[in-house]
């Protein structure tokens, strides 16, 4: 199985300061056959679901704001937020889907003000 | 889109559980469908898979040989039968879509509020 790695566990960022949340994968997760990044980031706030987004490393879902960027190739990851809001206070996830099943998680990043 | 889940409750070990999931809003018979859970303050767990036919299915380790997914399209619902709980799988179940290219599942889209299943004697 592919192991996800996040780092750090938790992180506190000043409003409008720009966040970094890592990822590692334990294997590639491109596939050189079409050059993508089996890679997706979730959001899920207190008491809430998690919510898409960004997939395939660096393609944002569709009403995700644009302060929301992903980047990285291969093993190494990064889930950047460009100016910190209130409203994303929330922990964060990264899933590898390039082996799947079983597909994985990270362990999480909890984000706070 | 709405995923409703519903069935969770207190179940002793070694004992059963059916939840299920309402679909609602998408045409439920071309997506494939997942159960994720979540154990109480910690992180995502993938449980289990069914592709939009039900032609494949596929499940966690932790899990296989005691869950069993299905679905039915006619009446958008998705289940999860659990036997044999443990202790471990103690966790808010999710009922979620995904986003299926081939015949495997790959990131998630839409995700329910969850159903908390607790396992204790």
């Known amino acids: 199985d592919i192991v996800m790695t996040q780092s750090p566990d938790s992180l506190a960022v000043s409003l409008g300061e720009r966040a970094t949340i890592n990822c590692k994968s334990s294997q590639t997760v491109l596939h050189i056959y079409n050059n993508k990044n089996y890679l997706s980031w979730y959001q899920q706030k207190p008491g809430q679901p998690p919510k898409l987004l960004i997939y395939?490393?660096?393609t944002r879902e569709s009403g995700v704001p644009d302060r929301f960027s992903g980047s990285g190739s291969g093993t190494d990851f990064t889930l950047t937020i460009s100016s910190l809001q209130a409203e994303d206070v929330a922990v964060y996830y990264c899933?590898?889907?390039?082996?799947?099943?079983?597909?994985?998680f990270g362990q999480g990043t909890r984000l706070e003000i | 889109v709405q995923l409703v889940e519903s069935g969770g409750g207190l179940v002793k070990p070694g004992g059963s559980l059916r939840l299920s999931c309402a679909a609602s809003g998408f045409t439920f018979s071309n997506y494939g469908m997942n159960w994720v859970r979540q154990a109480p303050g910690k992180g995502l767990e993938w449980v289990s898979s069914i592709s939009s036919s039900s032609s494949y299915v596929y499940y966690a380790d932790s899990v296989e040989g005691r869950f069993s997914i299905s679905r039915d399209n006619g009446k958008n619902s998705l289940y999860l039968q659990m036997n044999s709980l443990r202790a471990e799988d103690t966790a808010v179940y999710y009922c979620?879509?995904?986003?299926?290219?081939?015949?495997?599942?790959?990131?998630?889209?839409?995700w329910g509020q969850g159903t908390l299943v607790t396992v204790s004697s």
């Open positions: 395939w490393a660096s």
């Open positions: 979620v879509r995904d986003v299926t290219i081939g015949t495997t599942p790959y990131y998630f889209d839409y």
């Open positions: 899933q590898q889907y390039y082996r799947s099943p079983p597909i994985t």
